[in-house]
């Protein structure tokens, strides 16, 4: 080409000259289209045919994850590792699971996670540590049937973050130190067993204790939300609540953001991917750490829809975004692998709506539709 145009430069043809200048550039501006993924075809341009989640999310620095029941059991060994590069145990690791009595632990589950992920060379998102739900059974009487129970309070919770930390420190990547510290549906603290005997700074000793106890591992508060809005109420009093930790120098790196779409109750609402993104974002700009840490989407959301599983789709779709487009958000776990081990379909009232057919791969273990509208997402299709 170049000595074509020598040539035509030598012969002072310049029309001929000008023809094929025009030709090169329009053949370099169609090249740049096609690298760069613009136009009409760009995602079949980009390639953004998915392998598998867990190897794109990889690819892109990015932790996709999945709540995990049994280790040892056929789903987890078919799906962790090859779609997901994170797990989070659904149960094995909250207090009443490792101790049914207050000091008595049983750790043979959570070490079994912890030697399954380990062998996967997949995350660890340890939870939970401290919670109103799930505790031993006997730990109120212990409480209330001390001579100083505050004291005693202090002590057990103590205990319990150096036993569980502790032992699994170097191991777990990050911890949902406190879940859930506000009240059910309202804006204020949670009134539990902590908060009685220790107010709101039970938040902070928890804290405390959990990086003493592993200084290694990332320390998140864990909170679910019926409107995903910076500006809704509950939102509010917890970005709040966030700020007064933080305040305090409780040593908090990161909030997690429950992502439960059960579309039964007629209180949460699907959330719009602006309206998410700025929600996440407000927590990132105290120099925090986020995380969509136990998503699901009902199909119960989208009765009359024509295809139910694409309108769920793109619910996916645009949490994933939101998380995206904010440098600080790294990663999204579902609250389960497939849908045929989904908790909704298990605990009421939930259950009594099944099926709720709510994550990523179906009941045969089959990528939906919302599995490839993340990998579009994940690899900028999308």
């Excluded at 539990?192 to 591992?217: H, K, M, V």
């Excluded at 791969?361 to 299709?381: H, R």
Aim: with cysteine; net charge negative; aromatic share 10%.
């Amino acid at each position: 080409m170049a000595e074509l145009l020598r040539k035509l430069w030598k012969e002072k043809d310049g029309r001929r000259m000008a023809e094929y200048i025009v030709i090169v550039l329009i053949i370099a501006f169609a090249g740049i289209i096609i690298v760069s993924g613009c136009g009409d075809d760009s995602k079949d341009a980009i390639d953004c045919t998915c392998s598998t989640l867990a190897e794109v999310a990889e690819q892109t620095g990015f932790w996709i994850g999945a709540a995990i029941a049994d280790p040892e059991g056929d789903l987890e060994q078919k799906t962790i590792g090859v779609h997901f590069n994170s797990v989070t145990a659904e149960n094995a690791m909250k207090w009443g699971s490792l101790a049914p009595s207050v000091g008595q632990y049983d750790f043979q589950e959570a070490d079994a996670l912890v030697d399954f992920a380990d062998e996967r060379g997949v995350r660890i998102r340890g939870h939970v540590l401290v919670w109103r739900n799930q505790q031993p059974a006997d730990l109120e009487a212990e409480v209330l049937g001390a001579d100083d129970p505050e004291a005693r309070l202090r002590a057990i919770l103590a205990e319990h973050i150096e036993a569980v930390a502790g032992r699994y420190s170097g191991q777990v990547d990050t911890w949902d130190v406190v879940n859930e510290p506000m009240e059910q549906y309202g804006i204020q603290i949670d009134n539990n067993l902590f908060y009685q005997y220790l107010g709101e700074e039970y938040i902070d000793e928890s804290f405390s204790l959990a990086r003493a106890a592993d200084p290694q591992a990332r320390l998140f508060l864990n909170e679910y939300f019926y409107v995903h809005n910076p500006t809704d109420e509950r939102v509010v009093a917890f970005h709040a609540l966030v700020k007064r930790l933080l305040e305090r120098g409780v040593p908090i790196d990161g909030v997690g953001i429950q992502g439960h779409f059960w579309g039964i109750l007629g209180v949460d609402e699907l959330p719009a991917r602006t309206a998410f993104e700025e929600m996440l974002r407000s927590f990132t700009e105290l120099g925090l750490e986020v995380e969509i840490t136990e998503m699901d989407v009902s199909r119960n959301y989208f009765p009359h829809a024509e295809d139910p599983f694409a309108e769920q789709a793109q619910v996916y779709a645009d949490v994933f975004a939101a998380c995206r487009a904010v440098p600080d958000c790294i990663g999204v776990t579902t609250w389960g692998m497939s849908d045929i081990n989904t908790w909704l379909d298990r605990n009421e009232p939930f259950s009594n709506y099944a099926p709720h057919h709510p994550l990523l791969l179906d009941t045969n273990l089959q990528p939906k539709p919302a599995y490839y509208a993340v990998c579009e997402v994940l690899l900028g299709c999308r």
